[in-house]
């Protein structure tokens, strides 16, 4: 079992940056996929993000490669997600997610584990 805390959210500017934090209890953080998903009104959750127990493996959405980072560490029980360049549709609420798995999932079906969700706004 895990239990997850999102921190770091608010309202930016277009073209901003914020950096997301995601910190987890449990003491085998390190062997858990972690992942980063948003929902904005009126639609569904969608993949952003993805890192492995190790974080050199990492996925991203098409819509924030080169733009996001995800990374870990497994001391700290934490992962973050920075968030460059921030464009108005990135407007969301920012969800962490967790699972035990062998794969590193981009579908929100394969992560048991949720926070409780971080507010990201971003103006125009």
């Known amino acids: 079992q895990v239990q997850l805390v999102e921190s770091g959210g608010g309202l930016v500017q277009a073209g901003g940056s914020l950096r997301l934090s995601c910190a987890a209890s449990g003491r085998t953080f390190s062997i858990y996929v972690m992942g980063w998903f948003r929902q904005a009104p009126g639609k569904e959750r969608e993949f952003v993000a993805a890192?492995?127990?190790?974080?050199?493996?990492?996925y991203y959405a098409d819509s924030v490669k080169g733009r996001f980072t995800i990374s870990r560490d497994n001391a700290k029980n934490t992962v973050w997600l920075q968030m460059n360049s921030l464009k108005p549709e990135d407007t969301a609420v920012y969800y962490c997610?967790?699972?035990?798995?062998?794969?590193?999932?981009?579908?929100?079906?394969?992560?048991?584990?949720w926070g409780q969700g971080t507010q990201v706004t971003v103006s125009s």
């Open positions: 997610a967790a699972d035990r798995r062998t794969w590193i999932p981009t579908s929100q079906y394969d992560y048991n584990y």
């Open positions: 890192a492995g127990w190790s974080g050199g493996s990492t």
